[in-house]
């Protein structure tokens, strides 16, 4: 199968910035969507942000204009750039690809294994 290994998270102040990464492996043909989920203690998972193949993005409202999501095709990886960030962005925040691997006609999803954001006031 495809893994998807995410890094960048950690513990930041209110108003700083941190850059994840998740970098898909496997034997891959191509890559189609590359999204971000967050979950909070207590909360839903919801969707942050996704971009896809063409490098069209979306985001959920309470992040845009501080976020950015980006993809590297190269290196199979997916960025989340977030600025400004606030108590309420503490979470785990997961990736998630939409993924054709070779020699399979099928499309799948797969998820890394999340990485925690943390944000202090």
């Known amino acids: 199968q495809v893994q998807l290994v995410e890094s960048g998270g950690g513990l930041v102040q209110a108003g700083g910035s941190l850059r994840l990464s998740c970098a898909a492996s496997?034997?891959?043909?191509?890559?189609?969507?590359m999204g971000w989920y967050r979950q909070a203690p207590g909360k839903q998972r919801e969707l942050v942000a996704v971009i896809t193949s063409a490098g069209s993005t979306n985001y959920v409202d309470s992040v845009k204009g501080r976020f950015t999501i980006s993809r590297d095709n190269a290196k199979n990886t997916v960025y989340l750039q977030m600025y400004s960030l606030k108590p309420e962005d503490t979470g785990v925040y997961y990736c998630n690809m939409s993924v054709r691997r070779r020699w399979l006609p099928q499309w799948e999803n797969y998820w890394g294994q999340g990485t925690q954001v943390t944000v202090s006031s």
């Open positions: 496997g034997s891959i043909f191509r890559i189609n969507y």
